[in-house]
């Protein structure tokens, strides 16, 4: 066989079963390990899979640009997002007044001040520009912005005492968008300072919501947010299958 076609089976494999196994591989196509985990490092370095021990995840392709990114299933986005401010009017309603809450940079979570009850009162904490000034059009939300400098597509703010401000403060709830969900490998994301403040946001939450579509879970980016069992919740859409939603409830994370 040769080199481009086993690794056309390869991610022909991958696309149809959402993750492949080297030693599963090397059976099938009847070649050595070393072969496989040549073509595997090959593959990865053309960023066409995620390699994780064992075998490879699909990739999730990442546009960086803010506004092109809300224009990618905005339908979607959107009931997560008002699934997710139902929470806070769960939370509102059991006395749990004026919480302080970290918000990411992701444009789900963005949309979350679309549909936060006129009432509410709470502290949000942000490294995202959009993110802070659609809250700030509600009047009685404080929005604390993260300082750095500005990412000028994600438009983010990033830089070294970032992480130290976050470690300096408990918040009750951290909302976290993430580009891939693994059962194995985790939440996580292409950029690696976003991984550290997400990471960082988690940490220092009394509790944690990953949004994220359906069609996140099952991949893979390069650098890691948080194992699944570290977050308290997963707020999706309704594309998940009974057997993927049990396998993650299984693996520790909850999902709405």
Known sequence: MLNEERKERILRQLEDSGRVLSAQLVQDLQVSEDTIRRDLKELAEAGM?????????????VIYQFSQREQVAPQA???????????????????????????????????IANYLPADFRATFITNCLPTAERLSCHPRLRVQLLGGCVAPDLLLTFGPQMIKEI??????????????????????????????????????????????????????????????????????????????????????????
């Open 49 to 61: 899979l995620k390699r994780v021990h064992g075998g490879a995840l699909p990739v999730t392709r």
């Open 77 to 111: 986005k959107a009931t997560i997002a008002q699934k997710a401010a139902g929470y806070f009017a769960d939370a509102t309603k059991s006395g749990k007044s004026n919480p302080v809450v970290f918000i990411d940079g992701g444009t789900t979570t963005a949309s």
């Open 167 to 256: 470690e300096n403060i408990q918040a009750d709830l951290s909302l976290v968008s993430a580009e891939a969900i693994d059962i194995e490998f985790g939440i996580s994301v292409s950029n690696q300072d976003d991984a550290m403040v997400k990471r960082a946001m988690i940490s220092r939450s009394a509790e944690s919501l990953v949004l994220a579509g359906s069609d996140k879970v099952g991949k893979a980016s390069p650098y890691k947010v948080a194992d699944l069992n570290e977050i308290s919740y997963f707020v999706t859409d309704d594309g998940l299958t009974k057997v993927v939603t049990e396998s993650l409830n299984k693996a520790g994370l909850k999902v709405i």
